[in-house]
T-cell receptor, first 115, second 114 residues
């Protein structure tokens, strides 16, 4: 079974600075999908970014980018120019490519943004 | 196109009562997933349904919990004889028939058992 580990329960960053959230995963599959979800105090799960394992290029969405290291099974999220609205729980998630499979989530990292 | 709808948003039950959580997937989506989030935890998969079929219920407790996704109407997650340990946020996600990358989440139902 696949597992996802987020080793940083809490992180903080100064407004306008850059922060990196860590995620590692364990799988025997060669192809899969990885995601970062944001959960603000409203509890709504918001997709931030996704990465297909077969793509070598790291995904980027505006101020959010990932560092995908397939051999190391690492998938970190970098948030540049942090804003107060980035404060939230961030969850890393894994999905097998076979059929409509469920997501496997890490325990999350709580990000605080300091003004 | 409305997003995934869940109701109620908040539900309070006393121990021993039944809880019914509803999920209406996005229009055109025929796959529904239920996840549970305990306090300070990530989401844990419970059950995956397609219209009128349970595809994978490996994450759902064998007793007291059941789920359905009828041909017409929303998906229902039912918890009988609730206990305090059932207090959690329950999220529904949906995806269309075709295999795509992401699932679209509803706002969740927060269940509190007194």
């Amino acid at each position: 079974a696949q597992t996802v580990t987020q080793s940083q329960p809490e992180m903080s960053v100064q407004e306008a600075e850059t922060v990196t959230l860590s995620c590692t995963y364990d799988t025997s599959e060669s192809d899969y999908y990885l995601f970062w979800y944001k959960q603000p105090p409203s509890r709504q799960m918001i997709l931030v970014i996704r990465q297909e394992a077969y793509k070598q290029q790291n995904a980027t969405e505006n101020r959010f980018s990932v560092n995908f290291q397939k051999a190391a099974k690492s998938f970190s999220l970098k948030i540049s120019d942090s804003q107060l609205g980035d404060a939230a729980m961030y969850f890393c998630a894994y999905r097998s490519p076979s059929g409509n499979t469920p997501l496997v989530f890490g325990k999350g990292t709580r990000l605080s943004v300091i003004a | 196109n409305a997003g995934v709808m869940q109701n109620p948003r908040h539900l309070v039950r006393r121990r021993g009562q039944e809880a019914r959580l509803r999920c209406s997937p996005m229009k055109g989506h025929s796959h529904v997933y239920w996840y549970r989030q305990l306090p300070e935890e990530g989401l844990k998969f419970m059950v995956y349904l397609q219209k009128e079929n349970i595809i994978d219920e490996s994450g759902m407790p064998k007793e007291r919990f059941s789920a359905e996704f009828p041909k017409e109407g929303p998906s229902i997650l039912r918890i009988q004889q609730v206990v305090r340990g059932d207090s959690a946020a329950y999220f529904c996600a949906s995806s269309p028939r075709l295999v795509i990358h992401e699932q679209f989440f509803g706002p969740g139902t927060r269940l509190t058992v007194l």
